[in-house]
């Protein structure tokens, strides 16, 4: 067999599998958890009577559920409101991509339309026409909508909700759906207070002003004081938008929550950090699956799992949006060379052999610098094949380089830098706004 290095690691010695997997699983924040706890539990018993083959069908049977279970999530709003950007902003698209929603210029239809997520396709949005255009009472439009094929349904207004929208909320509500309240073009709102000059511009208080009709609105209409999230189609991590996505993903059962996860956009590293998460608790539950079974002594990394390693390593970079089309759109937003951006990052060149560095070579500097904080297992010993440990690696490597590129999209941002130059991330905002008096 062609072995790229020998296997170092004690083989087959399976360690406190029972409480490395235990420990890693209470670390991991529940709103977080991408399997349910019941799921977890029978793992945990399975492991502490030795059924290793149960706990090696409950851990195959959880995977794959978790890439297979569809989420629909139906938006509805009147003409205009915003819906099909809202829809766009969720599936990471732009308006000029062929697949985007079309923004503006359409004619609402009355039919429901379907828009897959380009990565995650477990993942479709519905955009629904407006209950108000349909003039429907709710019960008939729910039914009309189908209803009760979607996971949760988002009420979008660019205005004030509606008493019609109201009521199909409270419709929802009995059916035992969740909703919620998306208030859109906030950015315009601040943009008309700005230019207001009988009063000096307060961005806080002219937020608390739209969100209190809202809210007033709802307590008129003897709702629950619901919670409503202001946003901006056009600068998704300005507002409540990352809210939404932290309530949506929390009130998701566990086993959809990594399809949704996966889908949403790196805007905030929060954000990243939970996708981080969500794709190291599968990475872990692969390799736990397949060293409960090992029969055969633990190998090295083989040429064929480099092919499977390079999968993984494109998969990851496009889940971060920093593979090489997601740095082009990038590069094109920022006026940076892609040469440049590519620069700041390691993950393009993690599988690159022109380095001296072998794989096992990179590996073994990984785990020197794990700490022990990184889910107990890693750090307690090589249980599992390398190829685990590498897609750990590549997986904390893209984290990082998507954290990158965003603090320097958002300090171009901040500081209206149309220059082709790199910040520099230990520069101080006063640097910044030194360089752009
Ligand atoms: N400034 C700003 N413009 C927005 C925002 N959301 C949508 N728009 C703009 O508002 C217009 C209508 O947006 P759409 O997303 O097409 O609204 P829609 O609800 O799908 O409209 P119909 O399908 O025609 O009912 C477009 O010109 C969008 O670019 C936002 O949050 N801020
Ligand atoms: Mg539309």
Known sequence: MDQLFSDTSKNEDRGDLESSFTAYFRKT?????????ETIDSIELHLTKGNIQGANSVIRDALKNIGNIPINVAVTGEFGAGKSSFINA???VGPEYESAAKVGVVKTTMRRTAYKHPEIKTLTLWDLPGIGTLNFVPKDYLEKMKFQEYDFFIIVSATRFTKLELDLAKTIGFMKKNYYFVRTKVDLDLDHEKKCKSRPFDREKTLQQIRSI???????????VSQIFLISNRHLSDYD?????DTLVKDLPAQKRHSFI????????AAIDRKHSS??????LEACKAGLLATVPVVGILRDDVEELQVKLNHYRVLFGVDDASLKVMAKDSQVPVEQLKKMIKSPYLLETKKEETLGEMLLKYLETLDLGNGGLLASGLYFRKTFYLQFLFLDTVTEDAKVLLRETNLRKQFKLDSPKLLTMTRTNDYYQEIIR
Request: net charge positive.
């Open 262 to 269: 996966l889908s949403s956009p790196n805007i905030t590293e």
């Open 214 to 224: 809202c809210v007033n609105a709802f307590s008129q209409n003897s709702m629950d």
């Open 241 to 245: 938008f990352p809210v939404l996505m």
């Open 90 to 92: 969720l599936r990471g």
């Open 29 to 37: 924040k529940k709103e977080s958890k991408i399997i349910t706890q």
């Open 279 to 284: 794709v190291q608790q599968t990475v872990w």
